[in-house]
T-cell receptor
Framework: NAGVTQTPKFQVLKTGQSMTLQCAQD?????MYWYRQDPGMGLRLIYY???????DKGEVPNGYNVSRLNKREFSLRLESAAPSQTSVYFCASSKGGGTRNQPQHFGDGTRLSIL | GENVEQHPSTLSVQEGDSAVIKCTYS??????FPWYKQELGKGPQLIID?????GEKKDQRIAVTLNKTAKHFSLHITETQPEDSAVYFCAASLGTNAGKSTFGDGTTLTVKP
């Protein structure tokens, strides 16, 4: 049981380049999330998806787009990368649904550097 | 929206001592409070959680307490070991369909042998 798988693990981009971070979960979870983690700032929510076919903005959505391709996969796209987007990106999933929240399961992150 | 503050940002203890990390939240409607441990190079992993209808929960050496009136909750680790060294995050969640959480900024715990 792999849990949440993120690819790639590391990436270096030049300013203005685009790329897509991939995330897949095999736990049949309804909800999926993308966070960025910067030193001393904890985890900040970029976008989330409560269920297949729906996506919503989180705390820091500017400069990003997402796609919930199916129940398993949730991708994050940087259309024109900027140095301020240098960060570690985490994907997470949870059962979601109803009013009883469940814990989130995280991938091991993508370390992204933008020069 | 919800705001979660976490203290201290760094904590150093001697092996065998106890460690306490505290969090406060702003939205009284929050009803789920998980704690995550993040080891170097890994994603956060749930270590314990508590719901608003419970005041305390224990799991071996770790415990969490919740004071709904004061809107704060704490993580207690007893008999600390070097492998407890990590970054710990608290979070608070409303009972919404999306299951979103607001995270604290993290506490770096160092346990000295």
């Amino acid at each position: 049981n792999a849990g949440v798988t993120q690819t790639p693990k590391f990436q270096v981009l030049k300013t203005g380049q685009s790329m897509t971070l991939q995330c897949a979960q095999d736990m049949n979870h309804n909800s999926m999330y993308w966070y960025r983690q910067d030193p001393g700032m904890g985890l900040r929510l970029i976008y989330y998806s409560a269920s297949e076919g729906t996506t919503d903005k989180g705390e820091v959505p500017n400069g990003y787009n997402v796609s919930r391709l199916n129940k398993r996969e949730f991708s994050l796209r940087l259309e024109s990368a900027a140095p301020s987007q240098t960060s570690v990106y985490f994907c997470a999933s949870s059962k979601g649904g109803g009013t009883r929240n469940q814990p989130q399961h995280f991938g091991d992150g993508t370390r992204l550097s933008i020069l | 929206g919800e705001n979660v503050e976490q203290h201290p940002s760094t904590l150093s203890v001697q092996e065998g001592d106890s460690a306490v990390i505290k969090c406060t939240y702003s939205d009284s409607a929050s009803n789920y409070f998980p704690w995550y441990k993040q080891e170097l190079g890994k994603g956060p992993q749930l270590i314990i959680d508590i719901r608003s209808n419970v005041g305390e929960k224990k799991d071996q050496r770790i415990a969490v307490t919740l004071n709904k009136t004061a809107k704060h909750f704490s993580l207690h680790i007893t008999e600390t070991q070097p492998e407890d060294s990590a970054v710990y995050f608290c979070a608070a969640s409303l009972g919404t369909n999306a299951g979103k959480s607001t995270f604290g900024d993290g506490t770096t715990l160092t346990v000295k042998p």
